[in-house]
């Protein structure tokens, strides 16, 4: 038996890998969208990253600096930070009320099926909230609405005083009864805030005080999203070797099928994740 492969044979055997090259090549992975660093398990473009996040999280190239974007059914919002240590992603929301600016906005949704949580320490206070027709409002009978909000956190009272003290809120002069708020952020089966079902205006979204629960000029105002790699949250082996050696991790074909491409193109190495 002749165990040494033809001069054909090996040819054959390196086609797959070739190809394989070519569509990295092609896929133009990147290390950097704008001013973030991208690492595993976000791409800049298709077959980049991992394919579960692939329609949530894009790279828009033709602005400049380019843009890293969270879409969903409600919008696209800038990603404005990722904490990769702790799997954290932030977001802004241009239409966001604010202690600067206060104006409408028609809420904020997760997709069902994206890989993402609300942050546990994410906060939304409703805004200018209807107290007589609100579905947020527990009614006391007769068509009349008590001031208790059962969908609400009682506790977050003092964050609707301050924000109702900021000049921009104050001036939709409205009473602080019209402000609910989230914590824990629960937005039910659908994922979503729908401010106009809800009877509110607005909203604003909280991720952080910074130490300074008084001054609402200085919260960091956004929305907090945790996430994880996969069911058991495991790094796979195969890109944590790849992005040390400077690497772009990507995949190619079924979903569960890992290409490891150095950032010019050249494969690396093939492993297949669960």
Known sequence: MNLNPSPSTILLSLIPLIFLASSVSGQTCQGTCGKHPIKYPFGTGTGCG?????????????????????????????ITYIDYTNQVLYVSDPTMSTCACAQPSKGFGLDWDAPFAFQDN????????????????????????????????????????????????????VPISTCCVY????????????????????????YGFDGRENDPESWNYGVALKYKFNFDNAFPAVCASCERSNGVC?????????????????????????
């Open 183 to 206: 914590t824990p952020v629960d937005l039910g089966p659908e994922f979503e805030m729908d401010l106009q079902k809800l009877k509110c205006s607005s909203y604003s979204g909280i």
């Open 250 to 274: 990507g995949y190619t074909g079924p979903y569960n099928t890992y290409l490891v491409a150095l950032r010019f193109g050249m494969v690396s190495g093939l492993d297949h994740v669960e």
């Open 50 to 78: 991992d394919p579960r996040f692939q329609k949530h999280v894009t790279c828009d190239q033709t602005q400049t600096p380019n843009q890293l974007t969270l879409s969903t059914h409600t919008g696209c919002y800038p």
């Open 122 to 173: 994410t906060i939304f206070a409703l805004l200018d909230c209807s107290t007589s027709s609100s579905p947020i409002y527990k009614s006391s009978g007769g068509g009349n609405y008590s001031s208790a909000a059962p969908l609400c956190d009682t506790d977050g009272a003092s964050v609707c005083s301050l924000l109702y003290s900021c000049q921009a809120v104050s001036r939709l002069n």
